[in-house]
């Protein structure tokens, strides 16, 4: 069975940090490209940031371009998603998704791309 499991979400206050992790099953996450997208309420799905299977690129939206950091550990079929210095703005539901693509470049927060989704965590930034 194929499945993504994302996991770290919490209650953190502005300028604290967190880390999620999304976990795959039922398939290997190297040989895909990762995305991070986030829902807050009221608001449309957004691209956070997605990392390539091919080498390893990075990209990022830029409202967290220098605070967040994406990285793989396929020893663990994970992927990370390093948040510093939260925002109020970053509260959302976060998911991650499995892309074939290998490397979206440009293309990578266009969600239709990837094919496998997890059920996202909750991120909330609160005093």
């Known amino acids: 069975q194929v499945q993504l499991v994302e996991s770290g979400g919490g209650l953190v206050q502005p300028g604290g940090s967190l880390r999620l992790s999304c976990t795959a099953s039922?398939?290997?996450?190297?040989?895909?490209?990762i995305g991070w997208f986030r829902q807050a309420p009221g608001k449309e799905r957004e691209g956070v940031s997605s990392?390539?299977?091919?080498?390893?690129?990075?990209y990022y939206k830029n409202s967290v371009l220098g605070r967040f950091v994406t990285s793989r550990d396929n020893a663990k079929n994970t992927v990370y998603l390093q948040m510093n210095n939260l925002k109020a703005e970053d509260a959302a539901v976060y998911y991650c998704?499995?892309?074939?693509?290998?490397?979206?470049?440009?293309?990578?927060?266009?969600?239709?791309?990837?094919?496998?989704w997890g059920q996202g965590t909750q991120v909330t930034v609160s005093s």
């Open positions: 998704a499995a892309g074939l693509g290998g490397n979206y470049g440009v293309s990578w927060a266009r969600s239709e791309l990837y094919h496998y």
């Open positions: 039922g398939f290997t996450l190297h040989n895909y490209a």
């Open positions: 990392i390539s299977s091919t080498d390893g690129s990075a």
